[in-house]
């Protein structure tokens, strides 16, 4: 098990750009899923991006050619850079971590981002 913690969210103008980090504790990280998801007022949790043990990613349509998710195995920690925001891009974003071997997900707290003007 990985406990996460996410940084980086805050308010932006639209056309503006964030980066968000999880930061994880605990072992065998660089065997885990990792995913970006988010979470907008009255909706459903979404997934975001994802970036996979042996390399490779998935982007939801969304945020494909905007977002960026990348791993560094040596700093426990899992990115996602995020580049012409739109208002419809606000939400609570989560950290996710799969376990491998059972399939069991871990989250973190979740970080805020607003576009705006």
């Known amino acids: 098990q990985v406990q996460l913690v996410e940084s980086g969210g805050g308010l932006v103008q639209p056309g503006g750009s964030l980066r968000l980090s999880c930061a994880a504790s605990g072992s065998g990280f660089r065997l885990y899923t990792l995913g970006w998801y988010r979470q907008a007022p009255g909706k459903q949790r979404e997934l975001v991006a994802r970036?996979?043990?042996?390399?490779?990613?998935y982007y939801a349509f969304s945020v494909k050619g905007r977002f960026t998710i990348s791993r560094d195995n040596a700093k426990n920690t899992v990115y996602l850079q995020m580049n012409s925001l739109k208002p419809e891009d606000t939400a609570v974003y989560f950290c996710?971590?799969?376990?491998?071997?059972?399939?069991?997900?871990?989250w973190g707290q979740g970080t805020q981002v607003t576009v705006s003007s």
């Open positions: 970036t996979f043990s042996q390399g490779g990613t």
């Open positions: 996710n971590a799969q376990n491998p071997s059972n399939s069991a997900d871990n």
